[in-house]
Every structure is written in structure tokens, then in C-alpha cells.
């Protein structure tokens, strides 16, 4: 028996698939015809283990808010902007993974994404159930589209955008193709969604996206307007549910302050462009730093090509809401991983009716795959990706992480007992929060767009580049201490050229200053060499 969602929502007069190539195969669910390809698709989706540069902050400020019972409205973490009024669109996703680390420690927080990346790629079988393709062509195009989640999948709030992207396109794909499904639990969803992450944002836009085409489908065809109606109103009220959070509008307001902050797209690698990032990318790890686009790109161009092939598949309003993430992602990559959950659908029936196509033009006879893989077979693919989720270290206590932190330099603060307000790297803000007391405060962290003020950022930005107007923030602000990358950190070459600062630490990963005429200014310098340098990893 194949899984399926339940169906309530007002029938069409007349399907989408009533303009649809005709197809001699069966309706063909992964989960009857093989769940351990399922399983493997899950595994290789979750592969990517690594500490994000935000989750010592996701996890501290969950915590802080179970330890005070409350939510924190006015930012206590800074000092360029304290006090300042911080809408958190991700609070209860920090609540989550505070609470689990608490529970479980590291390995809990694993466990926490394995779950979001099985989610995703559950929902993303249910919706290819829908498409009458062979079980082959849609575990095909599942592992094609696990292989850049992967990446994307990391510790932080979006997880939760990705599983609950890929639950509305599961909804809309059956309902796009019987002609019932339970659109009403958008509502619901869309208000779970808000108080998660400001991705809730692409869920409206995937579904008034295909509330708009099914409008402009019906219309002119006579069919009438109550399935747009019907569409319309869950739409609206699932826009009436993203209020539904401690900040009311206030959530609105975060995340199209963040979508319009004009130094989003310049100083975040995942607002880069979609060719900004390839050519980032490859200029610093060469194909390997490319590899997984390259999959995405190839599954969206395989989508153009087998819809122009194929263009009567019924299901314009699914590849609308694919084209609008596809642009979304060239716009910043950080909507790649959306891109593809959109994709994956209607890839998989336009590959179908073009597979049946050429078929018919070859004059090759129609043929019926099992209904069931070999248990066998299944049995052995569930033993070789249970053995890659315990290679790859679901389980272990550990968890690397991928750039380089000033583990050294805050363990010597910590060790002479020293505290106080401390200018580092947007991307260290949130490690530093972490690691040092409460009296530390720290000029700018990750939650640069929802907490700072622009000339808060406009002062930080000339001095992590190196700009001769960047040294005006050593002086404008009461900084007791400032951590900066290595040598070729332009920061470094600007704060070794002004007076007033003393380098009191350096390893292969940073360098502390301290102010001249400070108590840590008279503690003897240490230089740490490189094979002593601190290793990486959370927490």
C-alpha cells in the first residue's frame, strides 16, 4: 500500500490531468516499491556534519530564554547596540535546539537534523508518488536532489524551511494531480512556520504562485473560479497565521528588513548571487567547491529540456512554483536547496512522459517494472547506509567544524580572567558569545540583519575590509579587546598600523589585541605555532 495524504479540498470540474499525456503506467510509491532506497536518500541528505557559524548562538539563546522563561525582546549580548530591539523570527527554533542539546548534548542536535533531513525527503516521496513515474526515475531524481541538500542542511533554522517547503509541495502535487488534496493544513503549517524561520516567506509565494496559475488556468476554460477561491482563502488565511508569533508584524518586518538590507548580498556568502557563489566558489576550492551546484543546475536544466519536450503534463502551477525558486536561487544561492525541493516533482513526470514519448517514436513496447524491489536487495541497501550514517558520525559526540575559530585566544581570555567588550568577526560574534562570560559583550555577531543598526554595520564593513575609514571604529567605540584573523586578514594589516593597540595572543587562526594601557596589555605576549594551534569544533 503506498502512503498518501488525505484528501479534502474542493475537487477541480476538471483535473489538471485531464490535459496530460496519457500513461499507460501505474501510479508507483517509493514507499511500497522500496523503502530502503528511501532510507538511502536520507543518509545521503544528512551526510554534512559540520558546525555552522551561528549555532553556538542558536543553541546560547534558546538557552537563555528556558533559563529565564521568557522571550528576549532588547539584545543583552552587545555593546554597539545594546538595548537595541531584536525580532527574533527564529525563536522557537533556537528554543528546539537549546533544549535538545541540553537533553542529548551534541549527538542530540545530530539526531535534530537527521529527523528535518528525513522530513524533507519524505515529503519529497510523497510528492513524486503523485506523478505516475517508475519507481527507477523517481529514486533517480530523489538522490540527485539529496546530493545538494546535503550542503545545505546544516545546523540552522533553515532545516526547518526545507522539511516544511517540501510538506506544502506535497499537498499542492497531489492536489495538482487528482484534484483533491488537504490544502487546508497550510494554515497550520504557515504558522508553525513563522515562528521557525523567516523562510516561511517562499511557502506564501509557493502557494500564490499556484493559487494565481490555477486562476489563469481555469478562467478562460470555463471551469469557474470556486477551485481559485478555494485556494485564494487558504492562502490568505495562511498569511493571517505567519502573525501568529510573539512579534506579530514585527516577524514580517525582520524578514524584509533582512531581504532589502543592502549589505546582505555582499557581506554573506549565501546571499551571493548563484554565479557569484560558482565563481567564488571555484576560484577557492576549484570542481570540488562546485560540484554540488553543478547537480542542481543539471536537474534544472533537465527540467527545461523535458518540459519543452513534454509541455502538456499538467502541471503548470507546479513548474511555476519551480521556475519562481529557480530565479529566487540565481538571485542568492541560499535559495538553491528550495530550488531543487521545487524541482523534484515535475522533473519527474515531464523525464516520464518524455521516456514514454520516445518510446513511442522507437515503437518499443511499454514495460511494467515489480511492484516491490527484492527484499533482498532492499535489505542490503538499508545495511550500507545505516553503516554511512555510523561512518559519517550521527553518533558520535563530536562535531568538526568548518572554518577556523579563535578557540585559542578565547581560552587565553578565559585563563587569565579577563572580560570585556570584544571586536571580532561577525562570523566569531556568536562563538565569542558562547564561550565568554556575561560580562563580555561582542560589537557584532551573526544576527547582524535582526539586532544592528545600519551604521552599526556601515562602521564594521570598512574595517573588516582593510579601508582607511575602518580604523574610525577603533576610536568611535569602547572595544577592550579586538580578534582578527591571521596575516592575510585585511583587518589585521588596518589594527597593526594604529597606535594604542598590543598584540597579547596569536595562533595559526587569530590574533588578540589588547588597548596599550589595559591590565591585559601587560601580560607577555604567547605565540602559539601552527601544529599547536587549537583544533575546531562545537561546542
Known amino acids: 500500500m503506498s502512503a498518501s495524504l488525505p484528501a479534502d479540498a474542493p475537487a477541480a470540474e476538471s483535473t489538471n490531468l485531464a490535459t496530460a499525456a496519457p500513461s499507460p503506467l501505474k501510479r508507483v510509491s517509493l514507499f511500497h516499491y522500496s523503502p530502503a532506497l528511501i532510507f538511502l536518500a536520507i543518509v545521503v541528505a544528512d551526510l554534512t556534519r559540520l558546525a555552522d557559524p551561528d549555532l553556538w548562538g542558536h543553541v546560547r539563546f534558546g538557552q537563555d530564554v528556558l533559563a529565564q522563561r521568557h522571550l528576549i525582546f532588547y539584545d543583552p549580548y552587545s555593546y554597539s547596540a545594546p538595548g537595541h530591539l531584536w525580532l527574533n523570527h527564529e525563536w522557537l527554533s533556537e528554543v528546539l535546539m537549546a533544549a535538545t542539546y541540553n537533553a542529548f548534548g551534541t549527538v542530540g542536535l545530530k539526531l535534530m537534523k537527521f529527523a528535518c533531513s528525513a522530513a524533507t525527503i519524505l515529503f519529497l516521496a510523497l510528492a513524486l508518488e503523485e506523478t505516475e513515474s517508475p519507481a527507477r526515475v523517481q529514486f533517480a531524481i530523489l538522490i540527485a536532489a539529496s546530493t545538494p541538500l546535503a550542503t545545505h542542511l546544516q545546523f540552522r533554522p533553515q532545516i526547518f524551511t526545507f522539511a516544511l517547503m517540501s510538506a506544502i509541495l506535497a499537498i499542492l502535487s497531489r492536489y495538482n494531480y487528482r484534484g483533491r488534496a488537504p490544502v487546508w493544513l497550510a494554515i497550520p503549517i504557515l504558522a508553525l512556520w513563522a515562528n521557525l524561520h523567516g523562510g516561511f516567506i517562499m511557502g506564501l509565494a509557493a502557494l500564490g504562485t499556484f493559487t494565481a496559475v490555477v486562476f489563469a488556468q481555469d478562467l478562460p476554460a470555463r471551469r469557474g473560479i470556486r477551485r481559485a477561491m478555494w485556494l485564494l482563502a487558504i492562502t490568505a488565511a495562511s498569511t493571517i497565521a505567519t502573525l501568529a508569533t510573539p512579534y506579530g508584524v514585527g516577524t514580517w518586518q525582520a524578514v524584509i528588513h533582512a531581504l532589502g538590507n543592502p549589505h546582505t548580498r ?87 512522459l518524455a521516456l514514454e514519448a520516445r518510446r513511442k ?179
Open 361 to 539: 517514436r522507437l515503437g518499443l513496447p511499454i514495460t511494467h517494472a515489480k511492484d516491490r524491489s527484492p527484499t533482498i536487495i532492499q535489505l542490503a541497501v538499508a545495511v550500507a547506509a545505516f553503516e554511512l550514517l555510523i561512518l559519517t558520525g550521527l553518533f558520535s559526540k563530536k562535531m568538526a567544524a568548518g572554518d577556523p575559530y579563535p578557540v585559542g585566544a578565547i581560552s587565553y581570555l578565559n585563563e587569565h580572567g579577563l572580560s570585556g567588550n570584544i571586536l571580532a568577526d561577525f562570523q566569531w560574534g556568536e562563538y565569542v558569545i558562547w564561550h565568554m562570560p556575561p560580562a563580555s559583550k561582542v560589537f557584532i555577531d551573526g544576527r547582524y540583519d535582526t539586532v544592528y543598526p545600519p551604521k552599526v554595520i556601515d562602521d564594521y564593513l570598512p574595517f573588516t575590509s582593510g579601508e582607511a575609514a575602518g580604523k574610525e571604529i577603533l576610536v568611535n567605540y569602547p572595544h577592550d579587546f579586538v580578534l582578527v584573523g591571521q596575516k592575510n586578514d585585511p583587518a589585521y594589516k588596518l589594527i597593526v598600523a594604529q597606535p594604542g593597540w598590543k598584540q597579547i595572543y596569536r595562533d595559526d587562526s587569530c590574533v588578540l589585541f589588547a588597548r596599550d594601557t589595559s591590565a591585559a596589555a601587560k601580560l607577555a605576549p604567547v605565540t602559539v605555532s601552527v601544529k599547536d594551534t587549537p583544533a575546531n569544533s562545537f561546542p
Open 266 to 352: 555582499t557581506a554573506i556568502l549565501d546571499w551571493l548571487s548563484l554565479p557569484q557563489s560558482l565563481l567564488f566558489h571555484w576560484r577557492q576550492e576549484g570542481v570540488a567547491g562546485i560540484a554540488v551546484k553543478i547537480v542542481a543546475l543539471a536537474m534544472f536544466v533537465a527540467l527545461g529540456v523535458t518540459f519543452i519536450q513534454t509541455p502538456r503534463g499538467g502541471d503548470i502551477a507546479l513548474i511555476s512554483i519551480a521556475a519562481l525558486m529557480i530565479a529566487a536561487a540565481f538571485l542568492a544561492v541560499r535559495n538553491l536547496p528550495l530550488a531543487v525541493i521545487a524541482t523534484v516533482t515535475p522533473l519527474a513526470r515531464h523525464t516520464t
